[in-house]
């Protein structure tokens, strides 16, 4: 049974930064994909970033590149999200995903595990 655990979310000012963890366990996940995707009230649930567990082969959505960066680390079979200059647009719980398949995949269809989510609010 695959179980992710997010933690790190919170309240922050506009400009500031947050790291959210993605733990992970149940499961090898050597051939795995892991995600980042957030769902604002009222909103679909967007793609935000996503990481090859293999070759740590990265990509993200056009709105983060350059503000937020996506890691792992092996040992701890925990992949985090780095967010920089947060903006008050960035607010939505933050779900992180994962996928049996080497596809950096950006809809969520294409994920079959998710976390319960990680509130993010970012204070104008």
């Known amino acids: 049974q695959v179980r992710l655990v997010e933690s790190g979310g919170g309240l922050v000012q506009a400009g500031g930064s947050l790291r959210l963890s993605c733990a992970a366990s149940?499961?090898?996940?050597?051939?795995?994909?892991m995600g980042w995707f957030r769902q604002a009230p009222g909103k679909e649930r967007e793609f935000v970033a996503a990481?090859?567990?293999?070759?740590?082969?990265?990509r993200y959505a056009d709105s983060v590149k350059g503000r937020f960066t996506i890691s792992r680390d092996n040992a701890k079979n925990t992949v985090y999200l780095q967010m920089n200059s947060l903006k008050p647009e960035d607010t939505a719980v933050y779900y992180c995903?994962?996928?049996?398949?080497?596809?950096?995949?950006?809809?969520?269809?294409?994920?079959?595990?998710w976390g319960q989510g990680t509130q993010v609010t970012v204070s104008s």
């Open positions: 995903a994962a996928a049996p398949e080497v596809v950096l995949s950006t809809t969520p269809g294409g994920y079959d595990y």
């Open positions: 149940g499961r090898r996940f050597s051939s795995y994909t």
């Open positions: 990481i090859r567990w293999t070759d740590r082969s990265t």
